[in-house]
Structure formats: C-alpha cells, structure tokens
Nanobody, 125 residues
Framework: QVQLVESGGGSVQAGGSLGLSCAAS????????MGWFRQAPGKEREGVAS???????SYADSVKGRFTISQDNAKNTLYLQMNSLKPEDTAMYYC???????????????????WGQGTQVTVSS
C-alpha cells in the first residue's frame, strides 16, 4: 500500500524559511513523479512544485526562485525547501504521487492519485 506522510510544517515570520518532508512507503519515490500542492482557506488546491522521473522540475510562478523541490532516493523522501516566505504562502501543504509510468513533472491535480494528509504552514507578517 502506497502511503505518503508529510512533516516539517509550522509557523514562521515573513522572510523566513521552512523545509517540508514527505516520507513514502510502499513504493520508491524515484519510480513515480512527485509533487507538492497547497490549499489556503477558501481557495482551491494548487500545484506548487513537482519533479519527474527524469529529475525535471516544475514550479508555480508564485514560488519560482524561492522554493526548491528535491528527493532523496536512499531515504525514499521528497522535500520542499521554502525560502523568503510570504504571508500568502500560508496554507496546508500536501505531497502527492503520480504513478503513471509515462508521467512527467506536472502541477495538475488530476495527474496525482496518491496524497498525504498535509502539513500546515503559517507565515505571519
């Protein structure tokens, strides 16, 4: 059974940094495409960053240059390093897996079928 468990969320002041982790079990992260998504209160869930099986990455325009997605195959873990955080980054952050063999990095929710439970990130001004 494929499971994803996020950790690392918390509260930080604007301009600060946080690192999120997503531990995978039941499969290896390098065999799937992985992504980070977020959902703020009253808003739709949106793609933040993704990484393909070939290591290619995609980022939402709002986080380019501030967030970095990476994965450690030995630890079977996906990461999201978030720098220069802004109040508008406040949201529940989810990691997700796309198990399609031909997948590529994508920020589209419909491409991802396995989701973690989420971790809260709060950025104060």
């Amino acid at each position: 059974q494929v499971q994803l468990v996020e950790s690392g969320g918390g509260s930080v002041q604007a301009g600060g940094s946080l690192g999120l982790s997503c531990a995978a079990s039941g499969y290896t992260v390098r065999s799937f495409c992985m992504g980070w998504f977020r959902q703020a209160p009253g808003k739709e869930r949106e793609g933040v960053a993704s990484i393909g099986r070939d290591g290619s990455t995609s980022y939402a325009d709002s986080v380019k240059g501030r967030f970095t997605i990476s994965q450690d195959n030995a630890k079977n873990t996906l990461y999201l390093q978030m720098n220069s955080l802004k109040p508008e980054d406040t949201a529940m952050y989810y990691c997700a897996a796309n198990r399609w063999p031909g997948c590529r990095s994508s920020l589209s929710l419909i491409d991802f079928g396995v989701w973690g439970q989420g971790t809260q990130v709060t950025v104060s001004s």
